[in-house]
């Protein structure tokens, strides 16, 4: 079977659609149709829907459905709004839940994440009220936003290599360090309770090499960092929103800004970018609206969408020659005065 992905609501609407022809079918439950390996897909039964390669629908309680051995993926949606899911055994053959995964899973209380998975998507867990504990592995390798949302219910984490709790985020594991934001009612963390500390009191251990996509997002109290010079990378929204913080210093061991990195940081008014660094990825500093001068080493040829737009304050710039690509409306909304520099394409500011 060649399908890949079925798109939410793919046959929504479609009210005289009775009978559906495909191979591979692994559960019919109330809710959805489950189908394909290695990556297990589903979608919702569409309401009038009869037969099923010309049988009759036998439709079974979704919590008698065990996931085979063969399925080392569970898609996008897979498990989505399947409210009278109570519980779930993951096989240790699957290393990646997708996004939206058992989002509006209303009757799921807990969830034991094997060691296998190294990857959550996006709003996996959302809206799972009833949703009162989960453990997340180490082999986790990178965080996505809304994970946990409106999951009222969760009072409890487990997790290993726990590096720190502030306000805003629970900081862990190593080499690249990772952070949730921390659910609303969350009281205990490993078996204790909760302890939270002012985020600029965090020391970013030296054996951490990577900052993670949205490591620090909106952690609005942080007034200063320092990233240890075993770091080399920063990832996506990596500082997003960081209103607070007021001088932006990246190590020379860094190569890599992600997307979206200090979007937002309004305060900041001192920015040193190393000679490590060769592009600027898009949107990476738009939005700091403090900053009056900035210099671009020699090693940058290329500069991505955005980098620099609504930098309002921005009236001074060290360009190299070495820029042969600027990105789309890259200096948007800055200074009138940096439009003296000739070096610049004018639709950068457009």
């Keep these: ?131 009162k504990e989960i453990n997340i592995p180490t082999t986790i390798t990178a965080f996505r936003e809304g994970w946990f949302s409106e999951c009222s219910s969760l009072t409890s984490i487990t997790t290993e290599n726990l590096k720190f709790i502030s306000e805003e985020r629970i900081f862990m594991n190593e080499p690249v360090l990772l952070s949730i ?63 607070s913080l007021t001088s932006i210093d990246i190590p020379s061991s860094v190569i890599k800004i992600g997307n979206d990195c200090f979007e937002s940081c309004s305060s900041a008014i001192n920015i040193n970018i190393p000679s490590s660094i060769t592009e600027l990825s898009k949107n990476c500093f738009e939005g700091c609206r403090s900053v009056t001068s900035i210099t671009i080493p020699t090693s940058i040829s290329k500069l991505g969408n955005r980098c620099f737009s609504r930098c309002y304050s921005l009236i001074s710039l060290h360009l190299p020659t070495t820029i042969t690509s600027f990105g789309e409306h890259c200096f948007d909304l800055c200074d009138d005065k940096l439009k003296e520099n000739k070096q610049i394409p004018r639709r950068c500011f457009e």
């Design 1 to 131: 079977m060649t399908l890949k992905k079925l798109g939410i609501g793919c046959f929504g609407y479609c009210s005289s659609l009775t009978s559906i022809t495909i191979d591979n079918i692994q559960f019919i439950s109330e809710e959805r149709i489950f189908i394909n390996e290695p990556v297990l897909l589903s979608m919702e039964t569409p309401e009038n829907l009869k037969q099923i390669n010309g049988k009759n629908i036998e439709k079974r309680d979704i919590n008698e459905f065990i996931i085979p051995t063969t399925i080392n993926e569970i898609g996008d949606y897979c498990f989505s709004r399947c409210s009278s899911l109570t519980s779930i055994n993951i096989p240790t053959t699957i290393s990646k839940l997708g996004g939206w995964c058992f989002f509006g899973s209303t009757s799921l209380t807990s969830i034991d994440i094997p060691t296998t998975i190294i990857e959550f998507g996006d709003y996996c867990f959302c809206k799972c009220l009833s949703l």
């Design 181 to 243: 934001e921390i659910p609303k009612n969350l009281v205990r963390i490993n078996g204790k309770n909760i302890e939270k500390r002012d985020i600029n009191e965090f020391i970013i251990p030296s054996t951490v090499n990577e900052l993670g996509d949205y490591c620090f997002y909106q952690c609005s109290s942080l007034t200063s960092i320092d990233i240890p010079s075993t770091v080399s990378k920063l990832g996506d929204h990596c500082f997003w929103g960081c209103e």
